[in-house]
């Protein structure tokens, strides 16, 4: 085909009308030169002192790296988690695979595995018998996407337990996360999910 075919007098005229004029890329242009100047003033080092302490509808955390925090990190959120002894966190879901390290303490995770459909809109399903999994000090713990969880501490010593999440999920506008039910002692700081 003749390139010139297409790109004729009324194609080009149509290719301008009517369009809203903006400043979309010089802004853009603007921003990222702010963020380089703002960027070097960033924590490389964040101090246990810094790092807040939160009571969330999963229970207690301690914020290590968040997006809120000054921090050089632009990619990551990470926390540590304490779970009472013979206590447990709330149940979660989040488009973000999580991965956590066992700090002290023992117990196990149970993980309810989601199928999904894409047809005109996702349609998610949750298997209703989750799968077990152990862990103790020195465990790594890896979460796949969208699959719902919770985290038992089944010792006589309170859990402290490093929580790892991506925030690209986030940026690419799939900023799915539900606390399906809070820990206990934590109900009063419950969001529950929208649509359940």
Same mark, same amino acid.
């Given at each position: 085909?003749?390139?010139?075919?297409?790109?004729?007098?009324?194609?080009?005229?149509?290719?301008?009308?009517?369009?809203?004029?903006?400043t979309?890329?010089?802004?853009?242009?603007?921003a990222?030169?702010?963020?380089?100047?703002?960027?070097?003033?960033?924590?490389?080092?964040?101090?246990?002192?810094?790092?807040?302490?939160?009571?969330?509808?999963?229970?207690?955390?301690? /914020?290590?790296?968040n997006?809120?925090?000054?921090?050089?990190e !632009? !990619?990551?959120?990470?926390?540590?988690? $304490?779970?009472?002894?013979?206590?447990?966190?709330?149940?979660?879901? /989040?488009?973000?695979?999580?991965?956590?390290?066992?700090?002290?303490?023992?117990g196990?995770?149970?993980?309810?595995?989601?199928?999904?459909? !894409?047809?005109?809109?996702?349609?998610?399903?949750?298997?209703?018998?989750?799968?077990?999994?152990?862990?103790?000090?020195?465990? $790594?713990?890896?979460?796949?996407?969208?699959?719902? /969880?919770?985290?038992?501490?089944?010792?006589?010593?309170?859990?402290?337990?490093?929580?790892?999440?991506?925030?690209?999920?986030?940026?690419?506008?799939?900023?799915? $996360?539900?606390?399906?039910?809070?820990?206990?002692? $934590?109900?009063?700081?419950?969001?529950?999910?929208?649509?359940e």
């Amino acid at each position: 085909m003749d390139p010139q075919t297409f790109v004729d007098a009324i194609e080009r005229q149509r290719a301008k009308a009517d369009a809203p004029e903006v400043t979309f890329y010089n802004d853009a242009l603007k921003a990222s030169q702010e963020f380089r100047k703002e960027y070097k003033d960033r924590l490389n080092v964040v101090k246990s002192a810094q790092m807040p302490i939160e009571r969330s509808a999963d229970g207690l955390i301690k /914020h290590i790296i968040n997006e809120r925090m000054d921090t050089k990190e !632009c !990619c990551i959120d990470a926390y540590m988690q $304490f779970i009472d002894a013979g206590k447990a966190t709330g149940t979660s879901r /989040h488009l973000t695979e999580e991965i956590a390290f066992v700090i002290e303490g023992t117990g196990y995770d149970l993980h309810y595995d989601v199928q999904f459909e !894409c047809k005109v809109e996702f349609e998610w399903t949750w298997d209703t018998t989750p799968k077990r999994y152990d862990w103790g000090p020195g465990d $790594f713990i890896y979460v796949p996407p969208y699959v719902a /969880h919770k985290r038992f501490n089944n010792s006589d010593v309170e859990a402290r337990v490093i929580v790892c999440n991506s925030r690209v999920m986030k940026a690419i506008g799939l900023d799915w $996360f539900d606390q399906l039910e809070p820990a206990e002692g $934590f109900e009063d700081v419950w969001v529950p999910p929208a649509d359940e």
